[in-house]
């Protein structure tokens, strides 16, 4: 990450992994999760205080549906996922030397996408710093930190330009809601100040 | 002529300064939105909804017509130019629009929608004005055994018969569902699902699941997209705005034909307006394919002329369906609904005898803003492209606060702020993983309602589930629902045998 600009040419090719099984497979996930709410919703099920006098159908009836209907649906999901997966090649973009051809200048190859993962977890971190910080820091603060974060985790090249942007974003916001509309926003450490 | 009596209320409501300002800031946004891709008038409603706090009621739901509306105009405007559609609902007027702008029409193309996308909305409105009163009126006639048959059909339209793949559907309903139990129950008093957090009381704030999946869901997703092959340029909008006398020949039909494909589907519950524009664009390729001129496949105008129309039709509708019986038959119909809530208010029948004015000052400020945002979108269609060269990650970052600021206003709650990253988290991988996220949307709203009516129907009748098939009205819901069903299946397995042999011949 250096201030510099390079200039690259950038190309993209249609590659096909070797190692495939769980990598075309990550919409594993999905099933996962519903996996996860089934669980906690038998768990809530089962614990749950029922006031005595409650006529039937009682508030279990309903969850329990979806909870077993949860549990059918991740079981066909992942039986979908497994038999029919996500295509072997990926697009990858790297930097190159001109004159470097591009294997696959059509797009035609049915490709697999692929996330970023850098930049997604940029993008998270952000947001669970913007949170942590939100109280104590208060808003003009910790709302500059999110907007700086995103647009830095987003792709944007300028982080001196961008950290007075987002302060003037942050700013606008706090004075149009907080003085305009009375949204009530945290002050933070700037309370005394402001 | 009561209606038209109710509907002059109604302009006197609008037709005052601030109610024109709000009218126009929502037609702005919402076309601003609706040209951004990725972004649409859903998403600008819920993000809207906790800064409107401090209006009138009256004011916001102004605004929120405006938006919605605006966002169907405004989608079509990035897919003619750029051949990113700006919302779902403009993919079938791209086809043909993008290869209009290609061949040096872009302007023509862009009339076209602007047009259409007026037509569809005025016609359809007006249909709302004559016929919501008496839709209202036979909602009476339902019963806790009727609306749970409609919440089921609507569970299963959006999931089953819309969506490309069955399991996801539902498997996004499912998801849906299961964080809707969570909170006090309203019948019996029993705190479900809430681990003692106080917090989770009340259940987790619609605004909360909308802003997440559908605000933070996108740019979880943008991000994760980062340097992949999706760039795209803006074509310049050149030749003349005006329409020759030979295009409105070609396309003022379209447009018609476009409105009535698109009127019924505002009332079915089927997730928005998907579904009438492509079978929109289907109509005009078959009719056009007897002439010998046709221009399909190198920018024919009624390609353009039939799904604009018939996406502003079903809108238009929708909100007839959402007022009258409370039902929301798409993602934005159902923000809108939790918009209601948010101020007391319950759409449905007893809604046009409770809030008179509030219902016909919208219906007129339909009017109000489909003129408005023609005169937007007419002239100023290429002004509005130039929105599109605001760098992604700036515009992203600006939602993102908005977001967070939105979810934090509403409730005053940390952990509201942790729930919508949890719920954004789960917005991207639904978009990663091809689920669609308006059952989703669907379930979480109906599916409340859906077990109130479901333990009071049982409760009625003492147990016996014979109560729930009892009455005409849900037994001709069930039989519908089931002839729909079947009718998709078919359809959908006859387009994968054609798909297939066409695959078969390329291969030859």
């Known amino acids: 990450m250096s201030g510099v600009v390079r200039t690259i040419s950038v190309t993209r090719r249609a590659v096909v992994t070797a190692d495939g099984f769980w990598r075309r497979r990550t919409a594993l996930v999905v099933p996962a999760l519903m996996l996860l709410l089934a669980v906690g919703l038998v768990v809530g ?17 309903f969850p329990s549906i979806v909870a077993a209907g949860l549990f059918v649906l991740a079981a066909l999901l992942a039986v979908d996922v497994v038999r029919r997966p996500e295509p072997a090649a990926v697009d990858i973009v790297e930097s190159a030397e001109p004159g470097d051809l591009d294997d696959d200048p059509d797009g035609t190859t049915e490709l697999r996408t692929t996330s ?37 985790s987003l792709g944007s090249r300028r982080p001196v330009f961008d950290v007075f942007l987002s302060l003037a974003v942050s700013s606008i916001v706090q004075l149009a809601f907080s003085a305009g509309l009375g949204l009530n926003l945290p002050p933070g450490v700037l309370g005394g100040i402001l | 002529m009561e209606s038209l009596a109710n509907l002059g209320d109604g302009f006197l409501t609008v037709l ?45 739901f102004i605004m929120f017509a405006g938006v919605l509306f605006g966002g169907l105009f405004g989608d079509s405007i990035s897919g003619i130019l750029m051949n990113t559609p700006g919302n779902s609902t403009a993919i079938a007027s791209t086809i043909e629009g993008h290869k209009m702008a290609l061949s040096g029409r872009a302007a023509q193309a862009l009339a076209t929608s602007a047009i259409g996308a007026f037509t569809g909305g005025i016609i359809s409105s007006v249909l709302v004005v004559f016929f919501a009163p008496r839709l209202a009126e036979l909602a009476t006639l339902f019963g806790p055994a009727e609306y749970l048959a409609l919440a089921l059909f609507a569970f299963v339209a959006i999931s089953a018969v819309v969506t490309e793949s069955v399991l996801r559907g539902l498997a996004a309903l499912g998801i849906g569902l ?59 909008s050149t030749g003349r705005l005006w329409l020759t006398r030979r295009d409105l020949r070609l396309a003022a039909p379209a447009w018609l034909r476009g409105t009535a494909i698109g009127v019924p589907f505002g009332i079915i519950p089927v997730g928005g ?34 799904p604009e129309a018939a996406g502003n039709a079903t809108a238009g509708t929708a909100m007839g369906a959402l007022l009258a019986l409370g039902l929301p038959t798409s993602a934005t119909a159902a923000i809108l609904l939790a918009a209601f809530r948010q101020y007391g208010l319950q759409p449905g029948p ?14 007129a400020s339909f009017f109000v803003g489909m003129v408005v945002l023609l005169i937007l979108n007419l002239p100023f269609a290429p002004l509005w492209a130039k929105l599109l060269k605001v760098p992604r990650h700036y515009l992203y970052a600006g939602i993102s606060v908005f977001a967070m600021l939105g979810v934090y206003a509403t409730s005053s709650k940390v952990l509201d702020l942790v729930l919508v990253t949890v719920v954004g988290l ?13 059952p989703m949307l669907i379930a979480i709203i109906l599916g409340p309602l ?18 729930l098939v009892s009455s005409p009205i849900s037994i001709t819901l069930y039989v519908v629902l089931v002839l729909a069903v079947v009718g998709a299946g078919i359809q959908k397995t006859r387009t994968r045998r054609v798909s297939r042999t066409a695959r078969e011949r390329e291969r030859v």
């Not at chain 2, 989770?200 to 559908?214: A, E, K, P």
């Open chain 2, 16 to 60: 005052t300064p601030i109610n024109l300002l709000w009218v126009l800031i929502g037609a702005v946004l919402g076309t601003a939105v609706g040209v951004l891709p990725g972004l649409g008038s859903a998403m600008a409603v819920a993000l809207l909804l906790p800064v409107t706090f401090s209006l009138d009621p009256i004011g916001a």
């Open chain 2, 426 to 438: 789960i917005g991207f991988l639904m978009r990663r993983y091809g689920l669609p996220v308006a």
């Open chain 2, 178 to 236: 299961s964080i809707s139990v969570v909170g006090i129950d309203g019948i019996s008093g029993a705190s479900r699902f809430t681990a003692g957090i106080p917090e989770l009381f009340d259940g987790i704030d619609i605004v909360v699941i909308t802003v997440g999946l559908l605000a933070l869901g996108e740019v979880f997703s943008v991000a994760a997209k980062r340097g992949s092959r999706d760039e795209s340029k803006v074509l310049p």
């Open chain 2, 450 to 467: 859906a077990e109130t009516e479901f333990r009071r129907a049982m409760a009625v009748s003492e147990g016996d589930p014979g109560i």
């Open chain 1, 45 to 61: 099920i089962v614990t749950m205080d029922v006031p005595a006098n409650t006529a039937p159908p009682g508030p279990q009836v």
């Open chain 2, 273 to 306: 307006a998907e579904v009438p524009t492509f079978l929109a664009y289907g109509t005009e390729r078959r009719l056009a394919a007897r002439r010998k001129d046709a221009m399909f496949g190198r920018g024919a105008i009624q390609g353009v002329a039939g």
């Open chain 1, 116 to 152: 970023n993962h850098r930049a997604l977890l940029g993008a998270l971190g952000t947001v669970v710093v913007f949170i942590a910080a939100l109280t104590p820091l208060g808003w003009l603060l910790s709302g500059a930190v999110l907007f700086w974060g995103i647009a830095r």
């Open chain 2, 350 to 363: 007893l809604l046009f005898d409770r809030a008179p004015d509030l219902v016909w000052a919208l219906l």
